[in-house]
């Protein structure tokens, strides 16, 4: 039988294209019969969940890390991508509830991993999901290639490059 929570989908694809050395298109070609069995909206939503997670990795973390006791790299990947998604939701799904974000990601923690685990993630994310907006971002005058890096969601390597021969205000 083929899995028909959208989140549950969304979070294996994510997870199976971070653990191996294919192209997304690979990894999506492969659940396609899970993706096909959902309905147009869990579809939609799944494929917003896996393409923004991805997009938006660097800055969810930026936003995460202060509320974490542990580097967010020294997490298990499916832990990692559970909280990245449940983020996501909070901050550019305005129609989905916090709770559902939350309790989704902590169920999906809980059914991989021991208690401790998932009532880690709950701590983290329910702190982050109230106080993410209280982060301050790295100042754009001081440290302009670190800004840009997190606001964009960029490695800050390639930033730098395209800072080196475009300027700040073309690389923005």
Known sequence: MLPSNPRRIALDILLENSTTR???????GEFSPSMDALSRRDRALANALIYGTLRWQGYLD?????????ELSTLKPDILYAMRMAMFQVIFMDRIPVSAAVNTAVEAVGERHHRGAAG?????????????????????????????????????????RWMGRFGFGRTE
Do not use: W
Not at 62 to 70: D, E, G, V
């Open 62 to 70: 930026y936003l995460m890390a202060p509320f974490s006791n542990r």
């Open 120 to 160: 880690f993630v709950n701590a983290v994310l329910r702190k982050a999901a109230t106080g993410y907006k209280k982060i301050k971002l790295p100042d754009a005058d001081k440290a302009p290639d670190e800004y840009l890096a997190v606001t964009s969601s960029m490695p800050i390597a390639l930033v730098r």
């Open 22 to 28: 294919r192209t997304l298109d690979a990894v999506m």
